[in-house]
Nanobody
Framework: QVQLVESGGGLVQAGDSLRLSCAAS????????MGWFRQAPGKEREFVAA????????YYTIDVKGRFTISRDNAKNTMYLQMNSLKPEDTAVYYC????????????????WGQGTQVTVAS
């Protein structure tokens, strides 16, 4: 069983930066691929970024590539999402998720989810 807790969300201005964290409990954190997803009001949950268990493989949606960076510290059982040059369209609840094995852009294979953290970007 893995429990995930996100933190770091907030209200910022367009162009600002935020760093989200996802702290995981449980063992064998490095065996889990991790992902960030987001859901804006009235929209479906969408993929943002994913990282392999070792951290050497990353994927991004085209909307955030070059602005966001996903990383993880397996010694601390924590994953991060550094978000730079934020835009109002980045406003959403951001969720971290974990799945055993390889990464995925599809949310359906992820077994464990955090409660979400709100990111609001004002124009």
């Amino acid at each position: 069983q893995v429990q995930l807790v996100e933190s770091g969300g907030g209200l910022v201005q367009a162009g600002d930066s935020l760093r989200l964290s996802c702290a995981a409990s449980g063992r064998a954190f490095s065996n889990y691929a991790m992902g960030w997803f987001r859901q804006a009001p009235g929209k479906e949950r969408e993929f943002v970024a994913a990282i392999s268990g070792s951290g050497d493989i990353t994927y991004y949606t085209i909307d955030v590539k070059g602005r966001f960076t996903i990383s993880r510290d397996n010694a601390k059982n924590t994953m991060y999402l550094q978000m730079n040059s934020l835009k109002p369209e980045d406003t959403a609840v951001y969720y971290c998720a974990a799945k055993w094995g390889s990464t995925s852009r599809d949310p359906r294979p992820y077994d464990y989810w955090g409660q979400g953290t709100q990111v609001t970007v004002a124009s």
